[in-house]
């Protein structure tokens, strides 16, 4: 028998958010992207590379986000 599912909404969030763009971005244009960049460059420098354009893409996309929400609540 499995053990319960926590009921945490925070945790909820952080799953549904994980999977939806894990999904989206497997068959996105970036990911072959990264594919091609790592057959011609070192494996190590195109992760890194593309793991911070992925942080700076998400952080852009939180800060329009909460703003946004801020001043469609309001």
Known sequence: MAPPLSSDPSLAAFGSSLTAITLAELGDKTFFM??????????RWVFIGSFA??????????????VSYTHLRA
């Not at 990264?34 to 494996?43: C, D, E, F, K, S």
């Not at 354009?53 to 909460?66: D, E, M, P, Y």
């Open 34 to 43: 990264a594919l091609i960049l790592a057959v011609r460059h070192r494996a």
């Open 53 to 66: 354009a992925l942080t700076a893409v998400t952080l852009i996309s939180l800060a329009l986000g909460s």
